[in-house]
Structures are given as C-alpha cells and as structure tokens.
C-alpha cells in the first residue's frame, strides 16, 4: 500500500495562492499511480478536482480550470497542486489519493473518487473574503 502525506493548506484571502504538496511513500514505482487531489467540505461529497498520470496527462474538474495546476515530480516523489486565484468557495479539506497499480490504466485520468484506492489525511484550506 502507499502512504500519501499533504501538506501546505492555510489561510489566504480571495485572489491569493496556495501550494499543496503530498509526498507518495510506497515500494512501488513513483509512476505505477494516478494520482488525484480531492477536497470535501462538511456535509458535502468529497469531489475530485484534479488527477495526473504517470505520463503527463491531466485532468481538472470545471470550476478549478484555469486557476489550478496539478504536477508530480518523480525525484521528490511529490504530488503538487498549485492553486491560484482563489475564491471563499474553493474553502476545504484537500485529500491526495493514488490508484491501485494493478489497474488497466485509463484514457483520461479520473476525477471520481471509486477509482483511488489509498487517501491522505487531508490538509485544511480556509479562502476568506
């Protein structure tokens, strides 16, 4: 199994920007995994917002199109979210998650949650206005 640690949230007023890291430790290659950010906020459905495959392909859900940008970097071992423009909606708890290797692959990298396996703690992100 692989363990995912986030880190970065905090607190920010609209418009401003926060990067969210999660590092991936497992016996498996770095680049076996999709790797995803997800965020909940209480009472609600965790929603998948971004997802990345080992081989560069990305996937973003609509209402963050533009503002975010989601990278991996194999030497770190490292997920990233880059979060830009922030509004008092994108306020969360941001979970990574990583597929199971086994998998066949997928043609567009997803965004729901059946598909990961293995989750984070989550990291806490408050956008005031």
């Known amino acids: 199994r692989v363990q995912l640690v986030e880190s970065g949230g905090g607190s920010v007023q609209s418009g401003g920007s926060l990067r969210l890291s999660c590092v991936v430790t497992?016996?498996?290659?770095?680049?076996?995994?999709?790797l995803g950010w997800f965020r909940q906020v209480p009472g609600m459905r965790r929603e998948g917002i971004a997802a990345?495959?080992?081989?560069?392909?990305?996937n973003y859900e609509d209402s963050v199109k533009g503002r975010f940008t989601i990278s991996r970097d194999y030497a770190k071992k490292t997920l990233y979210l880059q979060m830009d423009s922030l509004k008092p909606e994108d306020t969360a708890i941001y979970y990574c998650?990583?597929?199971?290797?086994?998998?066949?692959?997928?043609?567009?990298?997803?965004?729901?949650?059946?598909?990961?396996?293995?989750w984070g703690q989550g990291t806490q992100v408050t956008v005031s206005s």
């Open positions: 998650a990583a597929d199971d290797p086994g998998g066949l692959g997928y043609t567009t990298p997803p965004l729901a949650e059946y598909h990961y396996r293995d």
């Open positions: 497992s016996e498996d290659d770095f680049n076996s995994y999709c």
């Open positions: 990345a495959d080992f081989d560069g392909r990305t």
